[in-house]
């Protein structure tokens, strides 16, 4: 897989994306940094480049990360990004179906970036399409296998458009488990939340948590927040 044009250089690795549907992207970017990382056995699902993993990674010296894709190309990509980087020996590349995934060791950690947006139309890519469509992992499938491969005291978090936050949080409550965190993702402090950060636990009597995270000042630069973030990881 060529990567010369295909690459994100941060300061401890680069993520090259060139054989995968979905690109690197802000949305990965944020869970990576924001979601709370403790836990010795974390999954990525629908990992794609292994943005979020090799995030994960470089902020938790414990964890040993699976990063599981059902796309092949991806999946060979997120390989190659793992073995070219610093903590090779704990990231693991897996391409499956994760609805198949065995529960032989319970996960401290799940995210997701779900590569999908249900009822959004269709593209011309039939890769990019079952990425984004959902064509192989619904948002109930998706809580189904956090549901079932979490520990007792694992946590599991996603990002999503705002607008699904409320029937995203009902359904992990179907499931048993209790929205703990939420961070609204802003570009600016104007204008309306546009992503959610959301953090489950399967912890009934847990108090949700809200807060708001912004991308840029009014003025269009680096907010604050934002810039303090990313300095451990991005060059610029």
């Known amino acids: 897989m060529g990567c010369s044009s295909d690459t994100f250089h941060f300061k401890q690795f680069s993520v090259c994306h060139a054989g995968c549907a979905m690109k690197i992207g802000t949305d990965g970017v944020l869970l990576g940094l924001l979601v709370r990382s403790e836990g010795r056995r974390v999954l990525d699902v629908g990992t794609g480049s292994g943005l979020i993993a090799l995030l994960l990674a470089q902020r938790n010296a ?49 995210v997701s970036n779900p590569p999908y947006f249900e009822h959004s139309p269709a593209t011309s890519s039939a890769a990019r399409d079952t990425a984004r469509l959902g064509g192989s992992l619904s948002h109930a499938e998706l809580l189904d296998v956090a549901a079932r491969l979490l520990a007792p005291k694992g946590r599991f978090a996603v990002i999503l458009p705002s607008e699904q936050r409320e029937d995203f ?52 630069r680096r907010s604050p927040e934002y810039q303090q973030l990313v300095q451990d990881f991005f060059i610029k």
Not at 73 to 96: G, I, T
Request: glycine share 4%; with cysteine.
């Open 62 to 110: 414990d964890a040993q990360i699976t990063g599981i894709d059902i796309d092949a190309d991806a999946s060979q990509q997120a390989a190659l990004n793992f073995e070219a980087s610093p903590w090779k020996e704990r990231l693991h590349a897996v391409c499956e179906d994760v609805r198949h995934h065995p529960a032989e060791h319970a996960y401290d950690l799940v």
């Open 169 to 220: 949080v009902y359904g992990a409550w179907q499931r048993g488990m209790a929205c703990e965190e939420v961070i609204l993702i802003k570009t600016t402090p104007a204008k309306p939340a546009k992503r959610a950060i959301l953090s489950f636990v399967a912890d009934g009597s847990v108090r949700q948590t809200e807060r708001t995270f912004c991308l840029s000042q009014p003025d269009g």
